[in-house]
T-cell receptor
């Protein structure tokens, strides 16, 4: 089945630094990838939709200059949290959408737990 | 705008049947999905309904009524391992938006 690899699985950083999270589709080409943020025991909040070769579409209230998303290829999307602050601490999870008959299914990465000190 | 409503918590015993409802409001609609997420894990796909009716996959079934903007996930013969959060999600082709999730606790 489809597999999405997300790294790192957890990261601790100091306030003011930047952190990059990678999301790779391993055995399929993902024209669309989604980035979500999840607080403990809460829902998956869509941050942005990332389409290969074009600028990401950000949800209202998500700062595009703070959460930089790049989808440079059909198998890789990255999320960079710039100048991280403690309130950015959260679980970030990516998902990829396949094509054809599997386009209805989102395959999720394992998530990245970010802690900003 | 878009909104999805589902119960926040459900508790049931092993072997029982549970139905988790989801109502939605959306400007565009292609289908309704259900995902399962265990604590600390990633969501995993359970089902997708694009057309009205019931889809059955083993112990899990999912139903959709497009005219009522309503769907449900039916879990039969509950097992302890089914304790998890269950999310409905609306596919509007451009993106996939999730409900707040229903936390299912299965007791012995």
């Amino acid at each position: 089945g489809a597999v999405v690899s997300q790294h790192p699985s957890w990261v601790i950083c100091k306030s003011g630094t930047s952190v990059k999270i990678e999301c790779r589709s391993l055995d399929f080409q993902a024209t669309t990838m989604f980035w979500y943020r999840q607080f403990p025991k809460q829902s998956l909040m869509l941050m942005a939709t990332s389409n290969e070769g074009s600028k990401a579409t950000y949800e209202q209230g998500v700062e595009k200059d703070k959460f930089l998303i790049n989808h440079a290829s059909l198998t890789l999307s990255t999320l960079t949290v710039t100048s991280a602050h403690p309130e950015d601490s959260s679980f970030y999870i990516c998902s990829a959408r396949d094509r054809g008959i599997w386009a209805n299914v989102l395959t999720f990465g394992a998530g990245s737990r970010l802690t900003v000190l | 705008g878009q909104s999805l409503e589902q119960p926040s918590e459900v508790t049931a015993v092993e072997g029982a049947i549970v139905q988790i409802n989801c109502t939605y409001q959306t400007s565009g609609f292609y289908g309704l999905s259900w995902y399962q997420q265990h604590d600390g894990g990633a969501p995993t796909f359970l089902s997708y309904n694009a057309l009205d009716g019931l889809e059955e996959t083993g112990r899990f079934s999912s139903f959709l009524s497009r005219s009522d903007s309503y769907g449900y996930l039916l879990l039969q013969e509950l097992q302890m391992k089914d304790s998890a959060s269950y999310f409905c999600a609306v596919d509007n082709n451009n993106d996939m938006r999730f409900g707040a999730g229903t936390r299912l606790t299965v007791k012995p």
